[in-house]
């Protein structure tokens, strides 16, 4: 299996956000919601504590491929509307 299969978990002190990237389309609806969380040009590209759990929790949902997903600290997750 290649890494780029797995799913990669991004863990920050409130929120910890998890990126398949074989399900990715590159819309950049992360890099754009939230620039200083999502870097592509930074090693590791996702840095959850660069902006506020909700603030993530608003953002990550955006993602139309749905690579890209959060859980709380709290264990508190995305709900549908």
Known sequence: MSGRSEKKAYKGQSI???????????????IHGLPEVF????RPWIQPDG?????????VPRC???????????????TPD
């Open 51 to 59: 902006a506020a759990a909700d603030r993530l929790a608003d953002v």
């Open 16 to 30: 910890t956000v998890t990126f398949e990237a074989r399900r990715c389309l590159h819309a950049a609806e992360c």
């Open 64 to 78: 139309p491929s749905g690579a890209l997903q959060y859980e709380l600290a709290d264990g508190g997750t995305e």
């Open 39 to 42: 870097d592509t040009a930074r």
